[in-house]
């Protein structure tokens, strides 16, 4: 008769010891904007926004969600992801994630893949690689970047990104520089090249971007950069 409550009990304390162990680690709430120089029509406006859990010193989970508006296509995408987290240390941070984008017109993607992260005084290196499959077509996807922060929090940061699909490819390089103008707000301005190839064609074409993000929690916000197959593009 009394193994029932005993059962309940022990389940509750264990989860009530589980949840007092999670803890908001950092987190971060951005705006983004980029378009091509030749036709600024083929823009991206973007809106993200992340969240990290910390399970204890060496696990943890960040939550993104994001939202893309592309001006000339009139497509829109709303991503969901997530990201299991393992810190060797507190420079270096090894994850896996996944990630739901859905667009305005049906079509939806899984995206999934591995990330790695480290900082060396003042720098700091991220990469990722992914699969995506897509409710027509998959691909491949790959990205890596790298950051130095000056004495005056001034950072320069330069990526590059890179997507397969559908017998098509992407690549982005890109610039940035961006500057702490309160303890937790960040703005930049980033300047970059987009490369597209399909069909035996191909073009180059420069861009421009700029945005913000407003930090809290651990200095960086959440460990990682949020993915999604259409936050590569600067414009559409």
Same mark, same amino acid.
């Given at each position: 008769m009394k193994i029932l409550p005993l059962a309940v009990f022990g389940a509750t304390?264990?989860?009530?010891?589980?949840?007092? !162990?999670?803890?908001?680690?950092?987190?971060?709430?951005?705006?983004?904007? +980029? !378009?091509?120089?030749?036709?600024?029509?083929? +823009?991206?406006?973007?809106?993200?926004?992340?969240?990290?859990?910390?399970?204890?010193?060496?696990?943890?989970?960040?939550?993104?969600l994001g939202y893309s508006d592309f001006n000339i296509t009139g497509l829109n995408?709303?991503?969901?992801?997530?990201?299991?987290?393992?810190?060797?240390?507190?420079?270096? +941070?090894?994850?896996?994630?996944?990630?739901?984008?859905n667009a305005n017109g049906g079509g939806d993607a899984d995206i999934y893949g591995i990330e790695a992260g480290h900082e060396a005084g003042q720098f700091e290196f991220e990469g990722y690689l992914a699969r995506?499959?897509? !409710?027509?077509?998959?691909?491949?996807?790959?990205?890596?970047?790298?950051?130095?922060?000056?004495?005056? !929090?001034?950072?320069?940061?330069? $990526?590059?990104?890179?997507?397969?699909?559908?017998? +098509?490819?992407? $690549?982005?390089l890109a610039v940035k520089l961006d500057r702490d103008v309160a303890p937790n707000v960040n703005l930049y301005v980033e300047l970059g090249t987009a490369k597209a190839s399909s069909g035996g064609l191909s073009g180059t074409e420069p861009f421009v971007g700029?945005?913000?993000?407003?930090?809290?929690?651990?200095?960086?916000?959440?460990t990682f950069e949020q993915r999604g197959f259409t936050r590569v593009f600067p414009g559409l």
């Open positions: 304390s264990l989860w009530m010891q589980a949840a007092h !162990a999670v803890e908001v680690t950092g987190g971060s709430i951005g705006l983004s904007y +980029s !378009a091509f120089t030749e036709d600024t029509s083929v +823009s991206r406006v973007g809106i993200d926004g992340s969240v990290e859990l910390g399970f204890n010193r060496n696990i943890s989970a960040q939550v993104d995408t709303t991503t969901l992801g997530l990201h299991g987290i393992y810190h060797v240390n507190d420079a270096t +941070s090894f994850g896996a994630f996944y990630a739901n984008e995506v499959d897509g !409710a027509t077509s998959d691909g491949d996807m790959l990205g890596v970047m790298a950051r130095y922060e000056f004495a005056t !929090a001034l950072g320069v940061t330069g $990526s590059y990104d890179y997507v397969d699909a559908a017998g +098509s490819d992407f $690549s982005k700029l945005g913000g993000k407003f930090v809290f929690g651990a200095e960086r916000g959440a």
